[in-house]
């Protein structure tokens, strides 16, 4: 590959975009200083020999993946602990690098420590007490003990009062019994349980006194400290009495159970993830669209006009159509993120304080935020992978791995249908609480002003369009509240009516989501706007309009619907939209130039910063074990007898 040459199409981007993408970095990471520490951190990992790849993992078996991936998480995990000694690594630096875009760049297959992470430790930190915190947190944080979150099983994911395995207390040893008797109660899916882990926080059924009190969180041993052999299996395991995690539900010595202040509280770690989720599900679309931005740049085909040259593909309006709504995507998300980040760092310390009032309307938003945010990162990277032609489906262009991971999010940490529905029923209770003249929470707060006047003339703003929005929200959200009131007066029981009528609620549930992040995004973007260049603040302004434009237009249906739209109205907002895509255009590469993301975390021929994509497709064909002879010996073995037979 030529050595530091640039691709001539992205150094002519580069010098057209209105902004300096250095100010956009800065802006994403909170500072100047705060991303030369990202930039030093991504370094000292990315430059360590032992963490580069030697040969894509591709060309790896099953069994040669997982033990490449615990050799570098060792080594990571190694890495860590020096930045922590020198006071320049936290919690969350470790997320980071094991879980995050670092993590999944160094990890491309995952990582083996994951879940002792991002669940085992917040779960003991969560749902311990002080002294079981004090007992296992910094064991596990030492990586003295590896865990993982034991939850799901065979037979159960979803419906987690539905769990099969059991923890009953006897009182004569002091120790919890922990039986999974059935196939369909074996733990099935948690992270590293297999291989890696051999501690585990494991979620059971509470017996104790011949009552069943749900289910709770136990400490468990999985295998031994030293030879790492599997204890027994499920069938009558003992533990101790003190490793069940005891801070909201306990049982005492005796074997009397003290309740909960509230049993949801069982639930915090997967509201924990769930907050997690959507940065990380923006992450990985700001990934997808760097690569299909850059290489939209670099390649040219076809035509727009016979007599010129064949343009950039990125000059195509039906490829800015794909992309630039992802881009936006990519910020609405991470804007909402960080606020249902603050949210539930808010909500979390009320919690210390038995405060319990705002934990409804948390689990509310962040169920539907994870939802919303994992499929739509998931159909935006599908989106860029398309974008990108047969390059994109090539497993080098990252593309097709990316989604992989992203689509997983779609079901773990609560399938999506089943958190939306989760979010409508808090919907229908506000909705209900309106009817009645009750105090609105603020996320439902426009229930209220919606449902006093469902008019709204159209002018060219955003704030149209988040009340359009709100209308379509309020609408579906009403149509569903009587659908189902309707059902229950004709005789239907209100189980029955909430299943027949679960496809509106679904749908009320994501309208209310999409209201909330362009509110959200658009709120974000007014604050910033004044403190950042006027070249910036107004390209930001753009994506903020296209997201908000772009959801209104996919979804006319509603909107013809729930509001007063004209079909004059749509044409405007047509209109908009095309003009939009022509004002981003110049500044796209300067955009994701501004994400900063190193190539090798980038890691496709398609989207690398010196826009060298043949070159770099060619170099990277050249790793298959396939292309180093130029004969397979399975010609030999299959073909050429067969070839022979025929003649
Ligand atoms: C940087 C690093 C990046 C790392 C990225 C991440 C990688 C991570 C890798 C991770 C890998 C993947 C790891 C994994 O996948 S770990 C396994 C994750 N598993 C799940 O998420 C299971 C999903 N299921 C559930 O959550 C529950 O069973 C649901 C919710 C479905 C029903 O439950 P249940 O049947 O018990 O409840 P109900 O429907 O009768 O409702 C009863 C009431 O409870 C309220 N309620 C319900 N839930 C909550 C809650 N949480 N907080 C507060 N309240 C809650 C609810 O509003 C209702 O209130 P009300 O209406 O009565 O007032
Ligand atoms: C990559 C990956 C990693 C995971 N890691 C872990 C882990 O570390 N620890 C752990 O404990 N678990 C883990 N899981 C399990 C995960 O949490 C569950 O798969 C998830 O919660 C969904 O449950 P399920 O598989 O039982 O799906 P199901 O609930 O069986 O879903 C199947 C279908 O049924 C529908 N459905 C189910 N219930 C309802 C309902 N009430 N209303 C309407 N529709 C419904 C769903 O919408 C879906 O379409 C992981 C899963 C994956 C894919």
């Known amino acids: 590959m030529p050595a530091n040459t640039m691709n001539e199409d992205l150094k002519r981007e580069r010098q057209r975009c209105s902004f300096d993408p250095k100010e956009l970095t800065y802006l994403l990471d909170g500072g100047e200083e705060k991303t030369e520490e990202r930039r030093q951190r991504e370094k000292f990992f990315l430059d360590d020999p032992e963490l580069s790849e030697t040969a894509p993992s591709d060309y790896l078996s099953h069994k040669e993946k997982y033990e490449h991936a615990v050799k570098k998480a060792c080594i990571v995990f190694k890495k860590v602990q020096q930045l922590q000694a020198q006071g320049k690594a936290g919690m969350q630096n470790f997320r980071e690098v094991l879980g995050g875009q670092l993590g999944s760049a160094i990890l491309r297959d995952g990582n083996p420590l994951g879940l002792h992470y991002v669940m085992f430790i917040p779960t003991i930190m969560g749902q311990g007490t002080i002294e079981q915190q004090a007992e296992w947190i910094s064991k596990a944080w030492n990586l003295e003990i590896i865990g993982t979150y034991a939850q799901t099983e065979l037979g159960h994911g979803t419906f987690i009062r539905g769990l099969e395995t059991t923890a009953t207390y006897d009182p004569a040893t002091e120790e919890f019994v922990l039986n999974s008797p059935t196939l369909t109660s074996y733990k099935w899916w948690p992270g590293g349980l297999g291989h890696t882990a051999n501690y585990a926080v494991v979620v059971a059924q509470l017996y104790s006194q011949g009552i069943c009190h749900g289910i709770h969180p136990f400490i468990v041993q999985l295998r031994d400290e030293e030879t790492h052999l599997p204890m027994p299996g499920f069938e009558n395991v003992r533990i101790p009495w003190n490793y069940m995690l005891m801070k909201n539900g306990k049982v005492l010595k005796d074997g009397s159970y003290v309740k909960s202040p509230s049993s949801k509280l069982t639930y915090g770690t997967m509201i924990f993830v769930r907050v997690v989720i959507v940065q990380d599900a923006a992450n990985y679309l700001r990934k997808a669209v760097t690569i299909a931005t850059r290489y939209s740049a670099v390649r040219h085909q076809s035509h727009i006009k016979e007599s010129a040259p064949e343009p950039q593909i990125l000059d195509f309006v039906t490829q800015q159509h794909k992309l630039f709504p992802q881009l936006a995507t990519y910020f609405a998300l991470h804007y909402s993120g960080a606020w249902l980040w603050d949210m539930y760092n808010n909500v979390t310390s009320e919690l210390e304080s038995g405060e319990l009032d705002r934990l409804p309307e948390l689990h509310a ?50 399938e999506n249908t ?11 209770k506000a909705w209900q609480n309106c009817l009645d003249g009750q105090p609105l929470t603020p996320s439902v707060q426009y229930l209220n002003s919606v449902r006093r006047s469902f008019g709204g003339v159209y002018h060219k703003s955003v704030p149209w369009i988040i009340a359009s929005m709100q209308r379509i929200a309020a609408g579906k959200i009403e149509t569903a509240h009587r659908h189902m009131n309707d059902k229950i007066k004709r005789g239907v029981n209100s189980e029955d009516a909430w299943n027949e009528t679960s496809i509106e609620l ?11 992040i362009v509110e959200t995004y658009y709120n974000s973007v007014q604050q910033i706007v004044p403190s950042v260049s006027q070249q910036l603040g107004k390209a930001l302004t753009e994506l903020c309009e296209l997201y908000a434009v772009n959801t209104l237009l996919k979804n006319i249906g509603d909107l013809l619907r729930y509001s007063n739209v004209t079909t004059g109205d749509l044409e405007n907002l047509q209109r908009w939209l095309e003009e939009l895509l022509a004002a981003i255009r110049p500044n796209a590469v300067g955009i994701v130039d501004g994400f900063d993301i190193n190539d090798a975390i980038i890691a496709s021929p398609l989207g690398a910063y010196d826009g060298n994509v043949y070159e770099r497709l060619f170099a990277e064909v050249s790793k298959s074990p396939l292309n180093a002879k130029p004969v397979n010996e399975s010609f030999h073995k299959y073909l050429k007898p067969l070839l022979k037979s025929k003649m």
């Not at 974008?387 to 609560?414: D, K, N, Q, R």
């Not at 089943?418 to 229908?428: D, I, N, P, S, W």
């Not at 679904?506 to 909330?516: L, P």
Request: proline share 1%; charged share 10%.
């Open 506 to 516: 679904v749908a009320a549930s994501e309208a209310h989501c999409k209201a909330f």
């Open 418 to 428: 089943v958190l939306l529905l989760q979010t409508a029923r808090y919907l229908m």
């Open 365 to 414: 938003l962040a169920c539907c935020l994870k939802a919303v945010s994992a499929a739509d990162a998931a159909q935006g990277i599908e989106t860029c992978r398309l974008a990108c032609g047969g390059h994109g489906y090539m497993s080098c262009s990252s593309l097709p791995i990316t989604y992989g991971l992203v689509t997983a999010m779609v079901t773990y940490e609560g």
